[in-house]
């Protein structure tokens, strides 16, 4: 299971504002419970295969490629017990950045790219809440709906433009 380390400098006080409000939270436990998803779940239930993965990669390489250029180089090198998860408007994992050690240990957890982050597949999380409400969300670690997350804090934000609009990407839909 992923972990971060003991060393972890993330604190959910400096993402105390971007805290759902509980009846948001709630709404989605709601939806985790209606769709029978066990509480249980520690593994995504949904990861796309590498070959529906593929066209949504290709169509999304630029975006890819310009986050790949500020996270390897910025921040990655600042911040090695996080990771960050470049998802499209459907929320496949297109990459994820990390530190080798932490990447490794969160590919075993089942985030890797082709992993869905719905409620149907994760349950609650700060993907699926940033998506749903279009701004920056935060979840604690216990409030995260399956046992997936429940060791990580986790905060997401739809990725803006330069004047600040939530762009439409190229991307592909995947097929329900």
């Given at each position: ?14 993402y105390f ?76 994992a297109l ?82």
């Open positions: 299971m992923f972990k971060l380390p003991e060393t972890s400098n993330f604190s959910m006080n400096n504002h971007c805290l759902p409000d509980p009846q948001d939270l709630e709404e989605s436990y709601s939806r985790c419970r209606l769709m029978g998803l066990p509480v249980e779940l520690s593994n995504p239930k949904k990861i796309i295969s590498s070959e529906t993965l593929s066209p949504i990669i290709i169509s999304n390489a630029h975006l890819i490629n310009t986050v790949g250029c500020i996270i390897d180089s910025t921040i990655l090198p600042e911040i090695k017990e996080c990771i960050f998860i470049l998802c499209n408007p459907d929320l496949v990459k994820i950045f990390a530190h080798p050690d932490v990447l490794d240990s969160a590919e075993k957890s089942g985030m890797k790219p082709g992993t869905v982050f719905t409620e149907e597949s994760c349950g609650t999380n700060a993907l699926c809440l940033a998506k749903k409400h279009c701004k920056v969300v935060a979840i604690k670690s216990q409030d995260h709906y399956c046992n997936l997350f429940r060791h990580i804090c986790c905060a997401a934000s739809p990725v803006r433009d330069a004047a600040g609009n939530i762009p439409t990407f190229p991307y592909q839909h995947i097929t329900r």
